[in-house]
C-alpha cells in the first residue's frame, strides 16, 4: 500500500513565505514601471499565481515550458530542451523567472544563457524551493522560498508522474514507492 506524501511544508508557512517574496519583490521593482514575470511550465503554476496577485507593481505574465524529467521513476535529469517559448520580446524589459525548484540548477542555468542572450534590461530568478545537496553548479536564485532536503516533493504545483501537483502543502514521495501503478491518496 502506498504511504500519503509527508507534509513538509505546511499550506499556512508556504503562505506567509510568498507574501515575505510578494513584499521583498514589490520593493526592488517600485522604480522599474514594468515587471515580466516568466513561469517555467508545467511546475510553476501555483506559485505564480499567488506570487503575481499579491505584487503591488505593474506586472505581465508569460510562460516557457522546458523538457521534464525522463529517468527512469521520472525524477532522474535528462538533457534540457525548449518546448514552448514565450511569446514577449523580452529585450528592454525587467525579466523575472519564476521556478518551482531548483534541483541540479540544470533548467535554470538554461534559461539564463537563453535569456541574457535576449538582452532584457535585467534578469533575476524567482524560485519557491531549492536543494543545496543536489546543486551541480553555482547559480544566481534572487528570490528564494525555502532551501529543502534532497528528496522528492509533491504538491503546490509540483508532480510526480503529473499526479499530486494539487495538494495545498507539499510533501515527500518516495519515488520507489510510487514508481509503480498508479499514486494514492491524493489529487
Ligand atoms: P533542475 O534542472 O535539475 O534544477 O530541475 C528543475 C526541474 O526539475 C524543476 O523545475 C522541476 O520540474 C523538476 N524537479 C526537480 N526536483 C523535483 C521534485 O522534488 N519534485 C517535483 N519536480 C522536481
Known sequence: MTEAPQVLLA????RARVDELARQISRDYAAAGDLLLVGVLRGCYIFLADLSRRLTVPRRIDFIAVSAY???????PGAV???????????GR???????????????RYLQGLFRARRPASLKTCALLRKPERLQNAIAVDYLG????????VGYGLDYRD???????IGTVEPD???????RGGP
Open 177 to 183: 514507492r510510487w514508481g509503480e501503478g498508479e499514486p
Open 81 to 91: 530542451r525548449l518546448l514552448m517559448d514565450v511569446r514577449t520580446d523580452i529585450a
Open 94 to 108: 525587467h525579466v523575472l523567472l519564476v521556478e518551482d525548484i531548483v534541483d541540479t540548477g540544470r533548467t535554470l
Open 163 to 169: 499526479r499530486l501537483r494539487a495538494l495545498p502543502y
Open 11 to 14: 499550506e499556512g508557512t508556504i
Open 70 to 76: 525522463r529517468g527512469k521513476a521520472q525524477t532522474s
Open 146 to 153: 525555502f532551501d529543502i532536503p534532497d528528496a522528492w516533493v
